[in-house]
């Protein structure tokens, strides 16, 4: 059971102002665990799992650097890359898997002990991200998130949907009021 759960939450927004230009996100099975606190990433440094990349031109490196916690988490810096089956597994960290050929579970990112798998592009303009906070190989959140470039797809349209998705996903209550005004 879960404290916070949108199955069906379908969260769309636009990134850069008005118009066929703009950046959009859809973010969908938002879920956090009863035993989810924000204490999770005071485990330094914050470590990134990264199963392919968004797509050619940004690596699973890049991944972790763009990462960023919201506002709220003034000490946490840039997340750093851990290798998929790396070992010893950090204890926690931020799993995410890209444009898999069909939807990764939640449970499947925590539990993956080596590579998922080839990626699928969407097309020239999107990428899919399924994400999960796991402790060990525990979930104790989750999220997907499609983003759609409004002008060319390039690293910092990634870098700006990927921390949507960590505001959405782990911002307090004031950030993402703030950002759906």
């Keep these: 059971m879960t404290a916070f759960r949108a199955a069906a939450l379908v969260a769309i927004v636009a990134l850069t102002g008005c118009g066929e230009d703009q950046d959009q996100t859809s973010i969908t099975l ?20 990264v199963h392919n990349s968004p797509f050619d031109g940004v690596s699973e490196t890049d991944v972790a650097a763009m990462l960023r916690m919201p506002p709220s988490y003034a000490d946490a810096g840039a997340f750093a890359l851990s290798a998929p089956g790396e070992t010893p597994r950090p204890k926690v960290r931020l799993a995410l898997a890209f444009n898999s050929r069909a939807p990764v579970s939640a449970k499947a990112l925590c539990r993956a002990a080596a590579a998922l798998g080839a ?7 999107s990428f899919m991200v399924d994400v999960a906070l796991c402790r060990d190989d525990d979930v104790i959140a989750s999220a997907s998130m499609t983003a759609k470039a409004g002008k060319a797809r390039d690293p910092a349209f990634a870098a700006r949907s990927l921390n949507h998705l960590m505001l959405i996903a782990f911002g307090n209550n004031a950030e993402r009021d703030q950002w759906e005004r």
Excluded: G, I, Q, V
């Design 30 to 49: 938002l879920s956090r665990e009863m035993s989810y606190d924000r204490s999770y990433f005071t485990f330094y440094p914050l470590m990134a799992e």
């Design 119 to 125: 990626a699928t592009p969407l097309d020239d303009s």
